[in-house]
């Protein structure tokens, strides 16, 4: 009993920040198949697919590290060992990580709620799939100040159609939230994020032991039961579902160009060698032990550790993942290619081609678009 006291008084203290305020935790949805990024998640699970050479959970623990939360528990399902050895106890990085693992997936609330022992404070939950700038520490003060109950971060896209839709009255209230909208269900270009501040009542929305969804599920019973429950829409702010190949692509270029506001790439080059007549150009990155051979450039891309680019191959808008040798006279032109890929000589690798970990192509193979 007492013991138990100790370590709530424990809990509680360390959930204070030196000013006396209140920390939020976090709770990192990381649970997903990443069925759409396959075959790159064969192997390696969606939350930490590399993006510019650096796992992608980084970049949302970023995020948070901004707003001043470590406190992160990561809940995960589909191959959890292979995030957990990665990301360790989060020392390396500045943070608390605590892991979940459910023996089968529970669904997004059902993550949440499975992870009920670990959450005593407000928490901010993640989809783990995200990459924004977002100013988090404007959104969690709007959402005490208007005593949400659950506040939701929208932002606006050009075809609703793959997200939640999200309807809100003019004080910010959501009015309605549908899932996967229709064609003709379709009222707003406002959609959810994937990023939620929740306070712990609502876990006991949650039925235990069950396959749950916030979004089918504990979002239209907030709605039913009148809670106060809120959106916020933050203006220029960055925001990317990194989950299909397209748009992973798309994350690179446009951290390569520097268009995100808040996030930048803090190191392009590595240590390497490279033949003097090769050409990298000022937009690419290129990690430690590539060798880039004479008469080989490599434009607006990024080569992960210990890549061979051979003599007068070209590499462009393309994404490499680490290990891969890619043949004298080859070229790739945006393109996606795992890990310990062999692409043989003078090939032509177009874009849409996304190739799974250690494949090989024949030397003068033909993928994807390639102008006539
Ligand atoms: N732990 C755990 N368990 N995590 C899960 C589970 C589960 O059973 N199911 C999904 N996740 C995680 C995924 O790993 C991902 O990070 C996140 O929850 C969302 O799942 P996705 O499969 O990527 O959903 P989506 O992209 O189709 O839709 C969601 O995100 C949109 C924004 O990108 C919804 O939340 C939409 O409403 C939203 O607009
Ligand atoms: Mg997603």
Redesign the pocket.
Known sequence: MVGTRVLDLIRFYSSKDHAGESLMQAL?????????LRPLTLYT???IVPICNRPFLLYQIDTLKRAGITDITL????QPHKIEQLMGDGSDYGVHLKY?V?P?????A??YK?AENLIREPTVV?????LTDLDLKSVIREHKDRKAVATIVL?PVEN?S?????ETEPDGRIRR?L??PKADEITVNT????TYILEPRVLDLIPEGE?Y???YGLFPKLLMMNEPFFAQTPQRTYWL?I?TPARYLQAHHDLLANRIARIHVKKRLGNFDMATVAEVDEMSVVADDCMIKPGAQVINSVLGQGCYVEEKAVVENSVIWSHTRIGAGAQLKGAIVGRGCHIGRSAFVGPNTVLGDKASLTDYSQTGEQAQ
């Open positions: 990192i949805l990381a649970g997903g198949k990443g069925t759409r699970p969606k939350p809940s995960l399902s589909y979940t459910e089968q997936p529970m669904g997004t059902g993550a499975y993640f989809n783990g799939d995200i932002t609703p793959a997200y939640g839709l999200v939230f899932e996967k959609i959810n994020a994937g396959n969804s916030f979004e579902d989950g």
